[in-house]
């Protein structure tokens, strides 16, 4: 029954956005209340389990995505976006451009969370785009799917690195083997997959689009203004990560290396590499900055009602019910661990929900010796990212950047993602073979 209700709740949640035109934070808390209650969590519980889930998850993006956001209008009004774009097409070509994008979005996933990458590479993505007048979805996907496929597959990632202890993984080993499997995938879901989405229709986005405003005779910043600024973040924050692996339990180092004080630190010096070096004066540079954060608050209405709706279904148990079902399945082992977490990550919307409740049932199979603990990490985790859809806050950051409808961001990302899950799963069951 419970598969039933999750699968009504989802139905009605894109019949309020599509037929009833509803506004998309509204629609979550209805479908959430309705859902809690038809789930049967306690009516006095609904609403905490609603403003846990809101600042469970916009608590841990709001600084992110709204500095990451003033980095991305500063890097695109001042022209830095521009060189950034040339030096890419003049390496690649515009027509190969998104490969040059998928390795960024590779190198710069491996250290960092997804919503850190995230916000990082789009104001890169659109700075190709709107310089070459390129298919944005088509251009950007590839980028966002390493991006994703770093976050399901390879440590220091958090559902990684869990899945590494509850099953007693190697970690050296889980990332070897996770990057022979996590390569292809990414190929297959990103520039192969991206050849159908040319025509795929995007709106105008304007936190990314440079605008004429600051001075008229205000000069372009060199390349390596632009490179060392808008790369800054990705620098800061593996160097922070490297430093803590090497010296633990120092406390500056912690604070340095959080990514909000480092996203803070990068708009401190953005706005003296792109801002005042170039001939604005602080109340130019300020008010970019306060048309971003009015830029990015519809987006995180959305993704606050998305975390709503995970939490409530979270709450009620669901995740768990269906693990325990599906382990009567006469599945093997690593297939198992990828449908167990891919169902619970269609019904829950979070991967890591989906990957550490599987965890939970699977790890007495992988103790007894049944199966490669490495390899039931990565079956696992690429289950966690099967089809991402309405409930997941990354179909939302997606259709929100670009601007697109549920239809379009159901054909591209929740696709691209599906393909990410189909051939982890495939690349696991092929090292299974071979060792």
Request: some cysteine.
């Amino acid at each position: 029954m419970a598969f039933v209700i999750v699968a009504i709740c989802i139905v009605l949640l894109v019949i309020l956005l599509t037929w009833g035109k509803m506004n998309a934070f509204l629609a979550f808390l209805l479908v959430s209340m309705i859902g809690g209650a038809w789930l049967g969590l306690p009516l006095p519980r609904i609403p905490v389990a609603l403003q846990k889930g809101i600042g469970d998850t916009v608590g841990g993006l709001l600084s992110i995505l709204a500095l990451g956001a003033m980095l991305g209008k500063l890097v695109a009004e001042s022209g830095a976006a521009r060189q950034i774009a040339q030096v890419l097409v003049g390496l690649f070509g515009p027509k190969h451009v998104q490969w040059a994008l998928m390795v960024a979005g590779f190198i710069i996933g491996i250290p960092l969370y997804y919503g850190v990458g995230f916000v990082l590479m789009v104001p890169l993505i659109f700075s190709v785009i709107y310089r070459y007048q390129l298919p944005a979805v088509a251009t950007g996907l590839p980028a966002l799917a390493a991006l994703s496929v770093t976050h399901g597959f390879l440590p220091p990632h958090p559902s990684p690195v869990a899945l590494v202890g509850a099953f007693g993984a190697d970690m050296g080993k889980t990332l070897l083997y996770g990057l022979a499997v996590a390569i292809p995938a990414i190929v297959i879901a990103g520039p192969l997959f991206a050849v159908f989405l040319r025509r795929i229709p995007a709106g105008e986005s304007a936190l990314f689009r440079a605008s004429e405003s600051g001075p008229a005779d205000a000069p372009m910043p060199g390349k390596a203004a632009s490179f060392f600024t808008a790369l800054l973040p990705v620098l800061l924050l593996m160097s922070g990560a490297a430093a803590q692996h090497f010296f633990p339990g120092v406390s500056w180092l912690q604070f340095a290396a959080d990514p909000a004080i480092v996203m803070l630190f990068c708009i401190f010096t953005a706005t003296v590499t792109l801002g005042t070096m170039q001939g604005r004066d602080m109340t130019a540079i300020m008010r970019i900055c306060g048309d971003a954060v009015k830029d990015i608050a519809p987006v995180l209405l959305v993704i606050a009602g998305s975390g709503a709706l995970k939490q409530v279904l979270t709450e009620t148990g669901v995740s768990e019910r269906i693990a325990g079902a599906m382990q009567l399945w006469p599945v093997p082992p690593l297939v198992l661990g990828w449908m167990m977490a891919a169902i619970i990550r269609a019904c829950v919307g979070s991967a890591t929900i989906a990957g550490l409740t599987a965890a939970g049932m699977l790890a007495p199979l992988v103790k007894a010796g049944l199966v490669d603990p490495n390899l039931m990490v990565l079956s696992v985790g690429a289950g966690s990212l099967m089809f991402s859809h309405v409930n997941d806050a990354g179909f939302w950051m997606f259709r929100e950047y670009f601007s697109l409808s549920i239809k379009s961001t159901l054909l591209s990302w929740s696709v691209m993602e599906t393909l990410v899950g189909v051939a982890g799963l495939a690349g696991v069951l092929i090292l299974h073979s071979i060792l």
